[in-house]
């Protein structure tokens, strides 16, 4: 079993910056692929950030790129999304996606408004 914390959301304007936090703990040493999705009110879950199974690589949405970026620290089971010029547009619950061997894990959730 894998947990999940999620931290750093809130509202910011147009423009703004937030860093999101999540910290697995549990079973980590199988944690193979960590990421970030989100989920607007009215659709569909959605794919943000992720780094790829093994770590290597960084993947990221096309509405994001060159704005968000993910990042770990290994050390502390964390991964980061660093969101700079966020548009009204980015609004939703943001949710930490791990792979643990088989097996996939959500966090909670984290809600990031951004305001016009």
């Known amino acids: 079993q894998v947990q999940l914390v999620e931290s750093g959301g809130g509202l910011v304007q147009a423009g703004g910056s937030l860093r999101l936090s999540c910290a697995a703990s549990?079973?980590?040493?199988?944690?193979?692929?960590m990421g970030w999705y989100r989920q607007a009110p009215g659709k569909q879950r959605e794919f943000v950030a992720r780094?790829?199974?093994?770590?290597?690589?960084?993947q990221y949405a096309d509405s994001v790129k060159g704005r968000f970026t993910i990042s770990r620290d290994n050390a502390k089971n964390t991964v980061y999304l660093q969101m700079n010029s966020l548009k009204p547009e980015d609004t939703a619950v943001y949710y930490c996606?791990?792979?643990?061997?088989?097996?996939?894990?959500w966090g909670q959730g984290t809600q990031v408004t951004v305001s016009s």
């Open positions: 780094f790829t199974s093994g770590g290597g690589f960084r």
């Open positions: 996606n791990v792979y643990s061997g088989l097996y996939e894990y």
């Open positions: 549990g079973s980590t040493s199988e944690i193979n692929a």
